[in-house]
């Protein structure tokens, strides 16, 4: 009793606490390219690289934050990992030039290798196998509604000063430290007694595991776009920042309506793996209509077919790289799943960034779109015929 109990207060916890890191989260970053590329009139190219190596020192260093967390406990992680963020924001509010986004960025990406992996071992742990694609669901569910009120706050503060859009994520993040010292136990990330030096070997030495890993990189090319190109676009089609907002609620409207009963239906008549490869066929194909969208409301249709794209893939996608955790390493092969986060990440943003100028510069708006509908084929062919087959759960 007292052990179901205590994970039924922890998986409470991780569901308040992840309204927070999402809402502080798409509070600011939605905003970075409307704000210095769309008001300032920076190169998408040096917005996108600084947002590229944001997800590159966050994900690609998760490895190493999960170790940590192994090693010391999840707590403190989170906890400096949060502060760590809100000072990268606090930094942001006054950036000037490229180097200072470069700079805020970095340290926002270095709190996110902090916090990241503990908390997704913190799901493992306290979550059974059966349970998790649901809770992986609700989990999607909140990221909406809280994406969708941190956009619609952001692009409110936007109309003042962008200072306000940072400074206000900076407080978000202060405010989630406070709340898991308060409120979070000292939950083992782990099991006791692992070293963070064998904590990161172990997911390292998993050859499977890396071959889904680095295959998802171009999973995550298509969805990091959601942060740059297409905000960009309808900001563009609609004359108006206040279209992200529009977009994060109708992503929130699709995910209250169509996630929960897509994954009891998904469990009942398919595998995580079929689950996967639906999800991104049919984010494909929103990327590829949006290569022939010129207006305002097909655009916001080719959106809402390539996010149901990824209400199917995502839970399916976290279900699946949580099947590998080793307890003796949870949180280490957490931080690794992101590495094909990271590398999607900076070549989505810095190659999109790219694509973008050189579109406008060749006036040839479908450029961007085709080449991300390819590695998007590309991604799911890969993971057709290449990936290994899934260990059982652990």
């Avoid at 998760?62 to 992680?77: C, E, I, N, V």
């Avoid at 998802?216 to 992200?244: D, F, H, K, N, W």
């Amino acid at each position: 009793m007292a052990a179901a109990r205590a994970r039924r207060l922890g998986k409470r916890f991780l569901m308040f606490d992840h309204m927070l890191v999402v809402a502080g989260f798409y509070l600011v970053f939605p905003i970075i390219g409307l704000h210095f590329v769309g008001e300032l009139g920076w190169a998408a190219a040096a917005v996108g690289l600084a947002l590229g190596v944001r997800q590159v020192s966050q994900q690609g260093l998760g490895l190493f934050g999960g170790s940590l967390s192994d090693r010391f406990g999840a707590k403190p992680m989170i906890i400096a990992g949060m502060l760590l963020r809100a000072l990268g924001f606090a930094l942001m509010a006054f950036a000037a030039n490229p180097a200072w986004l470069l700079l805020s960025c970095v340290l926002s990406g270095l709190g996110g290798a902090l916090f990241d992996p503990a908390r997704a071992a913190l799901v493992v742990k306290l979550t059974r196998p059966a349970e998790r694609p649901r809770f992986f669901s609700l989990l999607m569910m909140q990221e909406s509604v809280a994406a969708v009120s941190g956009a619609l706050l952001g692009t409110m503060l936007l109309g003042l000063d962008f200072r306000w859009v940072a400074l206000g994520g900076c407080l978000v993040f202060v405010l989630a430290a406070l709340a898991n010292h308060l409120l979070l136990p000292a939950y083992r990330a782990a099991t006791p007694g692992t070293s963070a030096l064998t904590a990161m070997r172990t997911p390292l030495r998993d050859r499977p595991y890396l071959l889904l890993v680095l295959t998802l990189s171009g999973y995550y090319i298509l969805t990091v776009q959601l942060m740059l190109l297409v905000p960009v676009t309808l900001t563009e089609l609609a004359g108006t920042p206040r279209a992200v907002a529009w977009m994060y609620a109708m992503d929130a409207l699709l995910a209250l309506v169509l996630l929960y009963p897509l994954a009891r239906l998904g469990e009942r008549y398919l595998s995580l793996e079929a689950r996967l490869l639906i999800g991104i066929g049919i984010m494909c194909c929103g990327v590829l209509a949006m290569a022939v969208t010129r207006g305002l409301a097909p655009m916001f249709a080719c959106v809402a077919v390539f996010y149901t794209g990824s209400l199917v893939a995502e839970p399916a996608r976290e279900s699946l790289v949580s099947r590998y955790a080793q307890p003796s390493a949870r949180a280490s092969y957490m931080g690794l799943s992101r590495f094909g986060l990271a590398l999607g990440g900076l070549f989505g943003y810095t190659a999109g960034g790219w694509l973008l100028d050189w579109s406008r510069a060749v006036r040839t708006p479908a450029l961007p779109w085709l080449v991300l509908a390819a590695i998007g084929l590309v991604t799911l062919c890969a993971l057709a015929f290449r990936a290994a087959p899934v260990r059982q759960p652990t």
